[in-house]
């Protein structure tokens, strides 16, 4: 098994002009809790331009889906994430869930409302806010999600 090159695959976003949020764990790490995360979780910016960059990027990736790895990421794929579908990916890289909708994920423009931009090696990168974070967290409920909610509010005190 080899590890994730999720700073590849960042770079790779942010190279190929993808605007995106970044959910879940690695959000989490950047914000300052580090914990085990097997994938990068993002929420794209839903205009038709953004998610066709989107689309080549991941087809430069030579994405495959990752319920399927010996199907290729392609034009199918792509008019999923039009219509506002979800989409789990596998890339040398590393896996990529792309939300489109989610029951307790906000959309795209309420995430980026107030994201927080970090800069990652000379790349900025928007990450949902502690907030938004802790209310997808409970939302969701499942014990790791809990344990996420307790690390931020940690943080939180931490930095009061």
Known sequence: ???????????????????????????????????????????????????????????????????NPSRRFGSREGWMLQRGRNVSIATPRGDLDIVRTLPGVPDYATLDADAQRYDLDGMTVKVASPARLAEMKRARGTPQDEADVEALRALDEASS
């Open 1 to 67: 098994m080899t590890l994730p090159d999720l700073r590849g695959l960042f770079a790779a976003l942010v190279a190929a002009e993808v605007d995106f949020v970044v959910i879940g764990g690695i959000a989490l790490g950047l914000h300052g809790f580090v914990r085990a995360t097997e994938d990068l979780d993002i929420v794209p910016n839903p205009e038709p331009a953004n998610l066709d960059r989107l689309c080549t990027a991941l087809e430069a990736e030579r994405a495959t889906l990752l319920l």
